[in-house]
């Protein structure tokens, strides 16, 4: 399971196209952006995707993705919730 944070609010369950595994281009779309990993704070297999140059592209605070992973995070992040899903 997956879930986009938008740093609007907003949350929304994602599914990868394939129903197996996100791609690149897919993560990239839903940050808009370059894609860097972060493990939430606590969370050993769920991951935090955010967009690795957020900061210099002055995004919006995400409230809930900084809550989860114990740092800043800026802009639309995904939750990648470890159920056999994959990053690929």
Do not use: W
């Amino acid at each position: 399971m997956a879930e986009l944070l938008k740093a609007s609010g907003t949350r929304h369950e994602i599914q990868p196209a394939n129903g197996r595994a996100f791609t690149l281009n897919e993560l990239q779309k839903y940050v808009g952006g370059f894609i860097e990993i972060v493990s939430p704070a606590g969370c050993i297999n769920d991951r935090l995707v955010v967009n690795e140059e957020g900061l210099m592209m002055d995004l919006a605070p995400n409230t809930a993705a900084t809550c989860l992973a114990g740092v800043p995070i800026v802009g639309d992040a995904v939750l990648c919730i470890e159920r056999g899903e994959e990053l690929t």
